[in-house]
């Protein structure tokens, strides 16, 4: 069974809350979601594995670290390119696949018109972004392609959980850790989180 880490770094706290009121403007919104990313990079990259390095300081050579294993970063297009650059700023190795998918609004399910990953993806770790994570459709269809090229050790981030959502991506993933910034009650009739804070493209990208 996967992990799931909720955050409880009070600066996660704080900035999920500015996030999820609705008089919060655009820019603040895709600024929160950026520092929310990089606060949230940090925990995810943890247990990162880590290799010898020679270097040579000004003063003489030593043994520092490297990453052992190159990293790939993909969004779930709309939404999870808003947390793409923070994560480019802790490791600006990674190389960055796109998958596109959104949620038909009569069905919820997720429909895909994009999917773009970088060709040694099966030999990365795979760090899938997405600030919502609500019925688990989008993220488990975005981990099934992820799969199908190949990549074996992939881990979800997403800013808001939903409870059913944790639970349909581990049935679906259970090989796949899911760190979430914040873990909400529960989903609507329409398939929105609750409390949540709506939809994550539109106000991302200002169009609602
Ligand atoms: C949102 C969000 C996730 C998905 C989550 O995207 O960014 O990708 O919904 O819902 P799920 O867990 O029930 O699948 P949306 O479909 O609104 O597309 P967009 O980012 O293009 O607006
Ligand atoms: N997608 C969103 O953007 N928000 C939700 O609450 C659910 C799915």
């Known amino acids: 069974m996967s992990k799931v880490n909720v955050m409880d ?6 900035k999920v ?10 820019k603040e919104f895709r600024e929160l979601v950026n520092e929310i990313a990089l606060l949230m990079g940090y925990e995810a990259t943890r247990d990162l594995e880590l290799k010898d390095k020679e270097v040579e300081t000004p003063i003489t050579k ?13 969004p779930i297009l709309r939404a999870g390119l808003g947390m793409v650059d923070a994560l480019m700023s802790l490791i600006p190795s990674a190389k960055i696949g796109h998958i596109g998918l959104y949620r038909d609004h009569d069905t ?13 993806i099966d030999k990365r770790i795979v760090i899938v972004v997405d600030p919502m994570l609500a019925t688990g459709g989008s993220s ?8 199908q090229r190949g990549a074996k050790d992939i881990r979800l981030m997403c800013i808001i959980a939903a ?4 639970e349909y991506m581990q049935k679906a ?3 796949v850790d899911i760190y979430c ?5 529960k989903l609507n009739e329409h398939k929105y989180i609750v409390p949540g804070l709506g939809d994550a493209g539109d106000r991302l990208f200002g169009t609602l």
């Open 9 to 14: 770094h009070p600066l996660i706290a704080y």
């Open 17 to 26: 809350t500015r996030l999820r009121d609705k008089d919060t403007t655009v």
């Open 62 to 74: 030593t043994i520092g670290k490297e990453i052992s294993k190159e990293i790939a970063v993909v």
């Open 108 to 120: 919820a399910e997720p429909v895909e018109y994009y999917c773009k990953l970088p060709p040694d």
């Open 140 to 147: 488990a269809a975005a981990i099934d392609f992820i799969k």
């Open 163 to 166: 409870p059913e959502g944790v």
């Open 173 to 175: 993933h259970p090989d």
């Open 181 to 185: 910034g914040a873990l909400d009650e």
